[in-house]
């Protein structure tokens, strides 16, 4: 089956213009242009615009989704199960946030009480599920199954005055971040700043504390894309190599 350019946007739900784009970028081409000069797309192209629109629904930068469609390694098979444990850990956390609504809904109308820890479970489910997805088995693998279920059980035992805190602190320590990207000088206070901060955030969930294991994190950091996009996200381009220079300098003091 083959499909002009508008017929894919319609069946696809995106517009011709954004599949003209894809052509352009190189992230996806038709398989051949008829006589006419129109784009015709095949049965490979549908499949792989499939792949597309599921690393888009994740957040993925349309630069991401192409280094990972042109990798050499790539295989839709194990793309679509892998896309699959994603669905299902996403369907998790929206139970556990429908879950959360429903009895804030009888707390509200004194048909239920309601702890204040229960009231942010689902939100803090969420981001474990995230993590874990995103994460889980680089972490388990640099510092073992038990070390990770004994920080999440950390975490998800954080009250709401703690949690606040924690994000507070990760703010902090992304502003003095931008400083110093900005002034380029490691040996300020918001260069010392950061790393203090950022060892008081790890230790939110970190069930111990050594500097070899902070120095450790702050290398998967510059060697994973995910983390990287965390953080450039957060405080610029490139942020991650000063973090990690600041953590790794600070750590052999």
């Known amino acids: 089956m083959e499909y002009t350019i508008k017929k894919l946007a319609e069946i696809a739900g995106v517009s011709a213009r954004t599949l003209r784009y894809y052509d352009e970028i190189g992230l996806l081409r038709p398989c051949r242009i008829n006589q006419s000069g129109y784009r015709i797309y095949g049965e490979n192209e549908v499949d792989m615009l499939q792949q597309i629109m599921f690393y888009k629904s994740m957040g993925m930068s349309l ?17 679509l199960l892998k896309h699959r444990e994603e669905l299902i850990e996403k369907r998790k956390e929206i139970d556990q946030l429908i879950l959360t609504v429903e009895k804030t809904l009888l707390y509200e109308k004194g048909e239920a009480k ?54 507070k602190i990760e703010a902090q320590m992304i502003e003095s971040l931008k400083n110093v990207i900005h002034s380029g000088d490691m040996n300020s206070k918001d260069a010392e700043n950061i790393y203090n901060k950022h060892k008081e955030w790890i230790n939110f969930t970190w069930p111990s504390y050594s500097k070899e294991a902070h120095a450790g ?26 973090l990690r220079d600041i953590i790794v300098k600070y750590c052999r003091k």
Not at 64 to 75: A, D, H, T, V
Not at 220 to 241: H, Q
């Open 217 to 242: 994190l702050a290398e998967m950091y510059v060697a994973d894309d995910r983390f990287r996009k965390y953080y450039n996200d957060k405080a610029g381009m490139d942020c991650v190599d000063v």
């Open 63 to 79: 630069e991401e989704i192409n280094r990972i469609l042109l990798s050499p390694n790539f295989n839709i098979e194990q793309a």
């Open 114 to 167: 309601m702890k204040d820890k229960e009231k942010f479970e689902g939100f803090k489910k969420g981001l474990l599920d995230e993590n874990e997805a995103k994460y889980g088995k680089e972490i388990r693998k640099k510092y073992s199954n038990d070390t990770i279920e004994k920080s999440n059980k950390k975490f998800m035992n954080m009250n709401k005055v703690q949690f606040d805190k924690m994000n």
